[in-house]
């Protein structure tokens, strides 16, 4: 069974990306639902569709550079399209509860402005929980460990199958030893 400890560390560190998220994504959310309440007139789908190109790249940019910001940064164009791509589908499942709404339980931008928005509200959640998931696990990649801890790891390896070579063989090689104690040194 699990410890509670490494549970509440891992949660500890999950929170301050969460509540970054959690922010960008209220603020794109306030935007979405005025866009699409502006864009109403041209059909529920179709200001939905608008207001989500517009808010996934401000999304996009305030996530790079705020949420994700201690992330590897690959490639804008990998970032970007990716990013893009996880928010189609989480366009996909608001525009598909708005979808439902309209033509599943008749509900008209005429006379069902607010369930619209419920409707909205609704598919806005459950494609928020894609999107975090999404991101934090294919658009904004963890950072690599640190560089000298991996170079003390890389040497401790050598190192050690150079001890073990040595004890097979009945001698240490002293130049093999000489030149991984230069190269701990130089860390």
């Known amino acids: 069974m699990p410890s509670a400890r490494p549970l509440a560390e891992r949660l500890r560190n999950l929170a301050p990306e969460a509540l970054a998220f959690g922010a960008i994504g209220a603020a794109n959310t306030l935007l979405y639902m ?7 007139p041209i059909g529920a789908v179709k200001a939905s569709v608008v207001a989500t190109i517009v808010t996934t790249t401000l999304a996009y940019v305030a996530n790079r550079y705020w949420t994700y910001r201690k992330h590897t940064r690959s490639a804008l164009r990998r ?14 499942i608001q525009s598909g509860a708005v979808t439902i709404g309209k033509y599943g339980f008749g509900l008209t931008e005429e006379h ?34 640190d560089g000298h801890e991996a170079v ?34 130089a860390v």
């Open 112 to 145: 069902d402005e607010l369930l619209f928005m419920g409707v909205t509200l609704l598919g806005i959640a459950v494609a928020t929980v894609f999107r975090f998931w999404a991101y934090r696990t294919f658009v904004f990649l963890k950072p690599p460990v």
């Open 34 to 40: 005025a866009i699409t309440w502006a864009l109403l």
């Open 152 to 185: 003390v790891a890389e040497l401790d390896v050598v190192a050690g199958l150079a001890e073990l070579s040595a004890e097979a063989d009945g001698r240490l090689d002293e130049e093999l030893a000489k030149e991984i104690d230069a190269q701990r040194r």
């Open 79 to 92: 970032e970007y399209t990716l990013f893009f791509g996880f928010n189609l589908v989480g366009m996909i």
